[in-house]
């Protein structure tokens, strides 16, 4: 008791002089203490002061943000694993929102939600950070979405065009190139100055770990960020995973540099929305989802927006990834998610098992805003190709019933099929803009009509191969502008017929009729 009250006395005395020099700082530090803990989510008592979405420190150092504020006690989130953690441990206040960092030094890194490493290549240097939660560009700070988004698939660049500042939802049933879409697109971005962002919510590690190393040997890691929440991460950092990588994202869209953000997959975001509220005992609603849940996604895709000029002309694209169940675009999270995006490109389990890839159904799919960017040339050439396929689609049902065609009819099919193997393409191996067009304008002016059909993916190869060797400068110009005067399109063409005149040659001869095997599958 005497040594006691000896230290109460120096503390005092000390306090005093402190007063007289004025460097005294008084610092009231809040403390609460957790109550219930569990599953990811604890219930703290004794911080009556703290605000919505505030960072939380833990007595072990682990981090943890408030999402439900009671007139008597806090519901918390753990963004860091707290194995030590048991009800009567403290917690105290940081007087900060939670936030991420953001900066050039990210560029090539893989990094948690706080922004903590996970590559093995040391500290990352971050010129800032940023909140995870941020408005959305008002109106008046937005332009038109008018600059494309390559994507290098033929099939969404022709059909279901792209633009920078759009929200375009990658929907389908698991295991059906969702995925590989979006790594496809991020690989084409290697010839572009657009930064890539992926979000990984709720994925496995092997999973996450795959893409990584796919875009370290096919694309252009240099330019991509990884913003990780697997799923033996915490059910909180999976949470806030997609808004940290909208605000790495956005830094470089406020700096007038186009970014590409692609969540895989909200679908997960979701289910990991509505573990944590009902461990917090938020009332459910349909499907057990909180009524709260159209407004978790729509504040975060919302941010996704083509700047005006005045605000520097950056752009940030979105490219937000969700799973159905049995092709059921109707459910809930889907329907949802599609009221939120500008379209859809909607993944088909048939098509995939039949072997097209990417297994996407034109007549599900939609852009509602990206028509305006597409290359004109391209524009021009694909202006009827949607219907014609549509329409070989239709008729071809009718052909495995045996049923007896006339020569339109069958001309129609044949040239649809050829359209089919066109828009067929292997992995990581997406077409520059000057290749599609020469295999648009091939198809358009029926050229592989008399080409056995499995020859069409290799035929599309050697014609981009001879038009940079023959025509070198109309192939660069296409690469720039996207576009042909009339002149330029008939050399193309004529140089087309040059080197498809022997493959149909081949074609031709008794083995090799394409016709013939056409009938043999009909």
């Known amino acids: 008791m005497t040594a006691f009250v000896d230290e109460l006395a120096t503390t005092i005395a000390s306090m005093r002089e402190d007063l007289k020099t004025g460097s005294l700082a008084a610092t009231i530090q809040e403390i609460g203490v957790i109550e219930r803990i569990g599953d990811g989510v604890a219930i703290v008592a004794g911080l009556s002061s703290a605000r919505l979405h505030e960072l939380l420190r833990f007595e072990d150092g682990s981090l943890g943000m408030a999402v439900e504020v009671r007139e008597d006690y806090l519901g918390c989130i753990l963004l860091q694993h707290g194995e030590m953690l048991t009800a009567g441990s403290k917690v105290s206040r940081t007087g900060d929102i939670i936030r991420t960092i953001v900066g050039d030094g990210l560029l090539g890194r893989v990094i948690d939600p706080l922004g903590v490493p996970l590559d093995d290549l040391g500290p990352v240097k971050a010129s800032a950070t940023s909140p995870i939660e941020r408005p959305a560009p008002g109106i008046v700070d937005r332009a038109l979405v008018a600059k494309p988004l390559q994507t290098g698939l033929t099939v969404i660049d022709a059909m279901i065009p792209l633009g920078r500042g759009q929200r375009e939802l990658l929907i389908g049933d698991r295991k059906t190139g969702k995925t590989t879409v979006a790594v496809d697109t991020i690989i ?10 992926y979000a990984a919510v709720g994925q496995k590690a092997s999973t996450v770990k795959n893409v990584i190393e796919t875009l370290r040997e096919y694309g252009p890691f240099e330019r991509c960020i990884f913003v990780v929440g697997e799923a033996a991460a915490p059910a909180g950092a999976q949470w806030v995973t ?24 909200l679908t997960k975001h979701a289910d990991v929305h509505r573990q944590i509220s009902l461990l917090l005992r938020q009332p459910p609603g349909r499907e057990a989802y909180p009524g709260d849940v159209f407004y978790l996604h729509s504040r975060l ?4 927006a083509a700047l005006s000029d005045e605000l520097g002309g950056g752009s940030l694209t979105a490219l937000p990834i969700a799973e159905t169940q049995e092709g059921n675009l109707s459910a809930y999270i889907p329907t949802n998610l599609i009221s939120i995006t500008d379209g859809q490109i909607y993944f088909e389990p048939k098509l995939f098992y039949e072997g097209q890839k990417p297994a996407i159904n034109v007549g599900l ?15 021009r050439l694909a202006a009827d190709l949607r219907l014609a396929y549509a329409q070989f689609l239709e008729l071809e049902i009718f052909t495995r019933f045996g049923a007896m065609l006339d020569k339109q009819t069958r001309a129609s099919i044949d ?28 198809a358009k002016r029926g050229c592989f009509d008399d080409v056995a059909p499995e020859d069409v993916s290799g035929l599309v190869e050697k014609l981009f191969d001879e038009a940079a060797r023959q025509l070198p400068q109309l192939v660069s110009k296409l690469e720039e502008t996207g576009d042909l005067d009339s002149g330029q399109e008939d050399r193309l063409a004529e140089m087309i017929e040059t080197v498809i005149q022997p493959e149909k040659a081949e074609g031709t001869k008794p083995n090799g009729n394409a016709g013939t095997s056409d009938s043999a599958d009909s």
């Open 365 to 379: 799919s939609v852009s509602r805003v990206g028509g305006r960017t597409q290359a004109p040339a391209m524009r």
């Open 242 to 265: 997609p808004y940290a990588a909208c605000s790495i994202a956005e830094y470089f869209r406020d700096r007038g540099q186009d970014a590409l953000l692609v969540i895989d997959d």
């Open 415 to 442: 040239h649809g099929r050829r359209i089919r193997e066109l828009l067929i393409q292997r992995q990581f191996n997406p077409r520059s803009l000057a290749k599609q067009i020469i295999a648009l304008l091939a």
């Open 301 to 304: 895709l919302e941010r996704a």
């Open 188 to 197: 084409n971005q290697k010839s572009s100055d657009v930064i890539c962002i």
